[in-house]
């Protein structure tokens, strides 16, 4: 994983849009001054247009460089971007510490330097110099320390373990819609390895503030003393087990069911090697509370599928 340095600098705006991004600059904080203007002439970080823009300079950069670079080196940086991060996977250590540098390469030519690089595999890291590692680990002895808890695209990731897993920290929230609310949006989980399925005060009409019924109290109390658990719930990051070989074939399976207060998705993949062994992992889940309206189950199974899709 690694990661393109202040992005957004590195790409221009066209002249003729540069006075749209003029701003007023007094010296000092002196507002008794008489302010000097200046204008952006790069991308800023905080305009709408910015990840677009940058993006779009990075994938024509790409595009313009095809036939120079190996086809696995273009198709990284066209496929395997989000914004400025880079997200990685290759079968073994030579092609990693190859497919760096030719990463490297290509974007210095479109004006673009990446660095901020961890991996799972130490002697990749070592291959890295040390200026241009993630910063949580360029003090490490690589021979003896463990390596850190990082956080790719927001999901926390033991490097070590090559594990996904949980940060809990439950908070001292009222028992109320909005406390419950901002607890379980607290967990940060775009896979939705673990879902909250929370309707029964909606039905009841219950006010964003006001203390829910002692029933439902007694259900949101146990169910966060069941979510401190999540932290000892990890979920492995490679979907191919190590040692199995080369994929033969590969299928996705969706599973979606649907009861009376929610509905819902998961889907597994199927791995295949030449010697008939199957692998199965989990890709991930989605989950949905039901319509206040009464909707009929074969109706909520036939909306679960749809989410499947």
């Known amino acids: 994983m690694g990661d393109i340095d202040s992005m957004f600098y590195q790409v221009r705006v066209p002249s003729h849009d540069s006075n749209f991004l003029r701003f007023l600059w007094w010296e000092n904080g002196d507002h008794s001054k008489q302010p000097v203007e200046y204008k952006m002439v790069v991308h800023l970080f905080g305009a709408t247009s910015s990840p677009s823009c940058a993006n779009y300079a990075l994938r024509k950069t790409a595009s313009e460089l095809k036939g120079t670079f190996d086809n696995q080196v273009v198709d990284t940086v066209l496929k395997n971007f989000y914004v400025d991060d880079c997200l990685k996977s290759v079968s073994s250590t030579n092609k990693a510490i190859a497919l760096i540098s030719n990463i490297q390469s290509l974007l210095k030519q479109g004006g ?19 200026e241009e590692r993630a ?74 503030d006001d203390a829910i019924p002692q029933v439902l109290s007694e259900k949101w109390t146990q169910w966060l003393c069941d979510l401190e658990k999540l932290s000892e ?14 994929i033969v074939a590969a299928d996705l399976h969706h599973f979606a069911d649907a009861s009376e207060i929610g509905y819902g998705v998961v889907s597994y993949l199927r791995i295949e090697n030449e010697e008939g062994n199957t692998y199965c992992s989990f890709i991930m889940g989605k989950s949905r509370v039901t319509p206040l309206k009464q909707v009929t189950i074969p109706r909520l199974e036939l909306t679960a599928a749809t989410v499947a899709v």
Not at 112 to 130: E, H, Q, T, Y
Not at 233 to 246: A, H, I, T, Y
């Open 233 to 246: 719930f990890k979920v492995n990051r490679c979907l191919k087990p190590s040692g199995f070989g080369e």
């Open 135 to 208: 910063k949580e680990i360029k003090d490490l002895d690589l021979d003896q320390d463990s390596l850190p808890i990082d956080r790719a695209l927001g999901v926390q990731w033991c490097v070590d373990s090559d594990k996904f897993h949980f940060n809990i920290d439950v908070k001292d929230k009222p028992a109320t819609r909005r406390g419950i609310l901002s607890m379980t949006s607290s967990v940060f989980d775009p896979l939705e390895i673990s879902s909250a399925v929370l309707s029964s005060w909606q039905k009841l009409g219950i006010g964003w």
């Open 112 to 130: 673009f330097r990446i660095a901020k690089w961890i991996s799972n595999d130490r002697d990749v890291i070592n291959s890295v110099p040390v």
